[in-house]
């Protein structure tokens, strides 16, 4: 079953009101929004700097009143609705260092832009490691990254990514790369693949015009990382 992008953000909300009413854990074991913040986010000039674990499109809607941009935090996960609302009003996401990210020793800018308007590249990540972090530090400045919870969420965002024509090429780290990949190809603009190394890489490029490349990062060193990625991109 397929589920468009207002659909997850339903689920979502609904899911969190259940947490929120019952007083349970928040999702993926980040810790719950303030609600005072979440309900009157600080306003300074046209930014609105909005602190929420999940930004759902209607959180953005409510947050964002006549701003041109939103401040959220590193590690918060913005759905696929909601970056489709942030395209249709032009409203720039700007992701700030969370305290987590500040107590780790990584190298987290104290505001690191990602914009709507994407370069040629989408990294869309849903197993998080250290690698993948400092893998990213080197990658910011060429690309703009998502935080997703699970690979059917990353192919949908995958497909409108590739379709809306925000980038060319789409790379998922996610343990379940197989999933991601058959979800992806259900689009026939789509050609996804999971890849293990540059071999793999290569195989690939010899056989189709793949767009979307799905790699599972566990075990996986930065150096590792970065050399698949290099075969992907074409600059092996």
């Known amino acids: 079953m ?11 909300n609904g899911v969190l009101n259940q947490l929120s009413a019952s007083r349970g854990v928040a999702p993926l074991g980040l810790a719950p929004a303030p609600v005072s913040r979440e309900a009157s ?12 674990n ?5 959180v953005l809607l409510g947050a964002a009143g006549h701003a041109n941009q939103v401040i959220v935090p590193q590690r918060s996960i913005v759905t696929p609705a909601a970056w489709d609302v942030a395209r249709q009003r032009r409203l720039a996401i700007t992701r700030h260092a969370d305290e987590k990210g500040k107590n780790s020793g990584q190298r987290v800018p104290p505001h690191s832009s990602v ?9 869309i990540v849903v197993r998080h490691t250290d690698a993948v972090e400092r893998f990213w530090d080197e990658l910011r400045s060429t690309c703009r990254r998502e935080l997703l919870s699970c690979p059917d969420d990353a192919a949908a965002l995958a497909v409108s990514t590739i379709c809306r024509g ?6 998922i780290f996610a343990e ?4 991601a ?19 793999d890489v290569r195989n690939v490029r010899t056989q189709l015009k793949a767009n ?12 590792e990382l970065r050399q698949l990625h290099r075969a992907i991109v074409g600059d092996a």
């Open 2 to 12: 397929d589920f468009d992008a207002q659909t997850i953000d339903r689920i979502v």
């Open 41 to 52: 986010p600080s306003i300074a000039g046209s930014t609105v700097v909005l602190e929420a």
């Open 54 to 58: 999940v930004i759902t499109a209607d």
């Open 115 to 123: 914009s709507p308007v994407s370069p040629r590249l989408l990294l």
């Open 166 to 171: 925000d980038a060319e090429m789409v790379e």
């Open 176 to 179: 379940q790369t197989y999933r």
């Open 181 to 199: 990949a058959c979800r992806a190809n259900r689009n026939e603009r789509v050609k996804a693949v999971a890849v293990r190394d540059a071999g």
């Open 212 to 223: 979307v490349w799905c790699v599972d990062p566990t075990g996986r060193s930065w150096f």
